[in-house]
């Protein structure tokens, strides 16, 4: 099969290649998925580059982390799915990526995709509307009424924040730069702050909750806006958080998203009640995963990348 791989770490445009590997082996718990797109996120070029864990690479590994397709062979053990199925699913890169044309992921990672929409906006969402999910309802208790900031509006994860928040009943507020204004208030935010004209930091006071996707000075400068009490979650990582809890009287924590089918069955849930979408920003072909790769490393996500493996 044709797959964008590596064999070993290093900058995109040096290591990654599009060439025939064999098709992955089947565990008892898989599905073999022929894929129909792939999800580009951050992750995948930071894997790329070998800043996600190991030092050295010691096999071919296939790129991509998000997965929308059909299931063509299963597992002796596999219970919940059938060849046939339209499904989607936040890979497990550590078995084998979705940057192929077939990957095989545990059952208890896929959810049936959601109906009416096109394997490119399906294959757009699991890992980060995920990520969005387990910050705004694990790390934080978001519900009514709670005045969540979300920085990176427009970006992958923070489109789908700013969507489950509103469907929590969420007050929404969100960073983004000019372009990304009309973006974030047709996908229902409350208030928009353009951080590159105006500091969320001299506008807010008394937020209950900030999903942080920036760090940096965005994360320094969230901790002021947050009422005593307040959380503060990040999926980039926190400096010192301890001491920054202290000082600002407020619970702070990042965390990794974790791939999970049934939360990833109710995503889907929402996305046939029209409460979530994906916003497919560009679509390259598997040939060209490379630039697709690079695309989204220079940054300015207006929503997302997706690769259209077989259409
Ligand atoms: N911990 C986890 O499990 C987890 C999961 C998913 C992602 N992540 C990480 O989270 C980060 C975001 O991921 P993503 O998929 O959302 O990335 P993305 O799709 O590239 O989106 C990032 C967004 O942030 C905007 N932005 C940049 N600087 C900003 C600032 N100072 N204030 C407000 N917005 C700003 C960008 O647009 P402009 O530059 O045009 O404003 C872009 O729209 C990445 O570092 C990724 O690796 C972690």
New binding site residues.
């Given amino acids: 099969m044709k797959a964008a791989v590596i064999s070993r770490f290093g900058q995109v445009a040096d290591v990654v290649e599009v060439r025939d590997i064999p098709a992955p082996a089947v565990g008892p718990h898989d599905l073999l998925i022929e894929v129909r797109a792939a999800g580009v ?3 995948d070029h ?1 894997i790329v580059k070998g800043f996600m864990g190991s030092t050295e690479l010691t096999h071919t590994q296939v790129i991509g982390s998000e997965v929308a397709g059909v299931v063509t062979a299963a597992g002796d053990e596999m219970t919940r799915f059938s060849v046939g199925d339209e499904v989607f699913a936040r890979v497990d890169p550590r078995v084998g990526g979705a940057f192929a044309e077939y990957v095989a992921v545990h059952e208890d990672l896929v959810a049936v995709k959601p109906a009416g929409v096109s394997f490119e906006e399906a294959a757009g969402l699991p ?2 509307a995920l ?1 969005a999910w387990q910050a705004l309802t694990e790390q934080a208790a978001v519900k009514a009424g709670t005045r969540v900031l979300i ?2 509006g ?5 489109s789908a924040g700013v969507q489950i928040a509103k469907h929590l009943g969420a007050e929404v507020i969100t ?3 000019a372009d ?1 204004v009309d973006l974030v208030r047709e996908l229902g935010a409350d208030q928009v702050i353009d ?1 590159r004209a105006e500091k969320f930091d001299e506008l807010l006071r008394d937020v209950d909750v900030v999903l942080d ?2 760090g940096g000075d ?1 994360q320094e400068r969230s901790f002021r806006v947050l009422r005593p009490g307040g959380t503060l979650v990040s ?2 990582p926190i400096a010192d958080v301890e001491a920054k809890k202290a000082q600002w009287n407020v619970q702070a924590s ?4 974790r791939p999970n089918g049934e939360q990833l069955a109710r995503l889907a849930a929402l996305v046939e009640s029209r409460e979530l979408r994906t916003i497919v920003e560009a679509v390259f072909p598997l040939n060209k995963a490379v630039d697709a790769l690079l695309k ?1 490393e220079r ?4 929503g ?1 990348t997706v690769i259209t493996v077989r259409s």
């Fill in positions: 996120n951050p992750v930071l890992l980060v990520t920085h990176g427009a970006g992958g994860v923070g960073t983004v730069s990304g951080y996707t920036i965005t999926i980039v990042s965390f990794l998203m989204v940054g300015g996500a207006r997302k």
